[in-house]
């Protein structure tokens, strides 16, 4: 980075960035090595998001990077590890620093996951399941008020890819998203690719579940790769993996999604094996152009109204 | 008083957790697969993702130690350290803090005896890295003190400022690694101590000459400049306190400089 970005006084004047509308577009994962040639393409349009822990250091190059980003775009705060799913309280000291970063950096858009990652005192590093009952969704909610209120703002709750089930669940997935929304008021982040790997897991139909889905709530969708494994049985079990282009079916399920809710914006994830600048972008080109497409044709109909 | 309600007594997460890092434990029997399927292979994925991107978070700290290592034989150290200390915090960059430590205990490491220095080393750069931002000590704040009075000088530590003391050549060791460029055989017997700093965006590692190392810790204790110089000449009679304070300076190890008497008025 040249001197030309450093900021004058980075610890003593608090940043204030532009208000950069977020509607109808495409973006990435943000990745630092590829910043350079982001710039060098001159603010085009998209946006970035970001996991929130990575940003959660006191300074450095992190810090100085997302600086410089958010002055030419909309930024998604995306945080991986509140552990909403999970029976302990929620962590102050991690709230607070959420609630840092929120106010530091304006985000566009704030999310976190149906999931937990740590138990006692061990952070287990992965988004694991919990089973949908009465009781776990009175603690979830309590939980997504309490983050709510913390960082004075609605989440995006997002959908999660799963392996196994639980036997004491009492309510499928989609009731139990819908009645989180219905009670704290938190919008939805629909990440197809997850509802595409836990129906080929769980063997129910992907469309039946978007049709259960509470499509009127969705504040963003996500898009990302997955790899192929098998089951107990030899059988076909899919892994959220982050690893790789957005399958065909992905791509087909989210054409459908956006026909009926419109053009929210939309992330393609890419977390490993990261590719090349150019190919990451052409991946957000592409839902950039569906996106346009049902948007144009959104114009077309209140046109002819 | 009437039976408290199962749920109260259920902890999912706990029966969840109780295998996850632990390879002899059974599937938990609260998980299922779909319409009576087995979970053995379900459950797996999460016992991988687990230990997969704990490994790949270590390797990402210590990447002079897996250079050094090899792949194989840091993944099998890595597993070893997730399984006795897993992290507390959900940011993994504080991981691996006990990791040095736990390379001096391990077996499989003991012929290479500056493996944990080298460790420490990279934990501080990481350190370095994710530390608060501030401006240096500028040149030129030495000039405008009072020179009879240089001695009596106390310094404030730069936030990315870390010294790492090593028996062997620890610091050689770590340079050698952490780029491409091909090395000539390493003396390691050679003691070195390390200063990390982090001026502006980018880390750097120094080789500190000696009586380096116990002058700065000193400084960094908060001793002023005349009692630093005589401890860093008590250890080592070829201290020299001239370039000494000049390498702190362009180090960037300090951002203030003020005379002590000042502080308590």
């Not at chain 2, 250079?67 to 597993?79: D, H, K, Q």
């Not at chain 2, 070195?192 to 116990?214: C, F, M, N, Q, S």
Request: with cysteine; hydrophobic share 45%; net charge negative.
């Amino acid at each position: 980075m040249n001197a030309a970005t450093k900021p004058a006084a980075c610890a003593a004047i608090p940043l204030r960035f532009p208000a950069l509308p977020i509607g109808g577009l495409a973006g990435t994962s943000f990745k630092h090595q590829h910043l350079a040639e982001i710039r060098a393409d001159g603010g085009g349009r998209g946006f970035f998001e970001v996991h929130a822990e990575n940003y959660m250091g006191a300074g450095g190059p992190p810090h100085r990077a997302l600086e410089t980003l958010r002055r030419d775009f909309p930024i998604s705060l995306h945080g991986v590890c509140m552990s909403i799913g999970g029976e302990r309280p929620l962590d102050r000291t991690h709230l607070a620093r959420f609630q840092h970063l929120v106010e530091r950096y304006e985000p566009a858009l704030v999310s976190e996951h149906l999931a937990w990652s740590t138990h006692d005192t061990t952070y287990f590093n992965d988004l694991l399941p919990l089973p949908y009952t009465e009781a776990t969704l009175r603690r979830v909610c309590d939980h997504i008020d309490q983050f709510q209120e913390a960082i004075r703002r609605p989440i995006l709750l997002e959908n999660p890819s799963t392996y196994v089930a639980f036997r004491e669940s009492t309510m499928s997935e989609t009731d139990f998203i819908r009645s989180v929304s219905q009670r704290t008021g938190c919008g939805l982040l629909l990440d197809v690719n997850n509802v595409f790997v836990s129906a080929t897991n769980h063997g129910f139909s992907a469309l039946d579940y978007l049709s259960d889905f509470p499509l009127a709530d969705v504040g963003e969708i996500h898009l990302a790769g997955h790899a192929e494994q098998s089951d107990d049985e030899g059988e076909l079990l899919l892994i959220d993996s982050h690893n790789g282009p957005v399958a065909d079916a992905v791509w087909k399920l989210f054409e459908i999604v956006v026909s009926r809710c419109g053009p929210v914006p939309t992330l393609v994830e890419w977390d490993s094996n990261i590719p090349d600048w150019p190919i990451l972008k052409a991946e957000a080109a592409a839902a950039q152009a569906i996106l346009d497409r049902s948007h144009g044709i959104a114009e077309a109909r209140h046109a002819a109204a | 008083m009437l039976p408290p309600e199962p749920h109260l007594h259920s902890s999912y997460t706990s029966a969840f957790a109780s295998a996850l890092i632990d390879p002899r434990s059974e599937t938990p029997a609260v998980v299922t697969g779909p319409r009576g399927k087995a979970a053995i292979k379900r459950y797996n994925v999460y016992r991988n993702n687990v230990t997969a991107s704990l490994i790949e978070a270590l390797a990402a700290i210590y990447p002079a130690v897996q250079r050094i290592t090899g792949v194989e034989f840091f993944r099998a150290m890595a597993r070893s350290h997730i399984r006795a200390t897993p992290p507390t915090s959900p940011l993994l960059f504080e991981y691996g803090r006990d990791f040095p430590a736990f390379i001096e205990t391990y077996e499989h490491a003991s012929a290479m005896p500056w493996l944990a220095d080298t460790a420490r080393i990279e934990r501080a750069w990481l350190d370095a890295y994710h530390a608060a931002d501030a401006e240096p000590l500028p040149a030129a704040a030495l000039g405008s003190s009072p020179q009879e009075r240089l001695a009596e000088l106390c310094f404030v530590v730069h936030p990315a400022t870390g010294i790492v003391r090593s028996r062997l050549s620890a610091v050689t060791i770590f340079a050698a690694n952490r780029d491409d460029a091909v090395q000539g055989r390493i003396d390691a017997s050679m003691p070195e101590d390390a200063l990390i700093t982090r001026p502006d965006l980018d880390v750097v590692v120094r080789h500190l000459p000696a009586g380096g190392a116990v002058f700065l810790a000193s400084l960094i204790a908060g001793q002023p400049l005349g009692e630093a110089a005589a401890l860093a000449l008590d250890a080592s009679p070829t201290f020299d306190i001239a370039s000494a304070i000049a390498g702190m300076i362009e180090a960037g190890a300090f951002t203030a400089a003020t005379l002590e008497k000042q502080d308590g008025q």
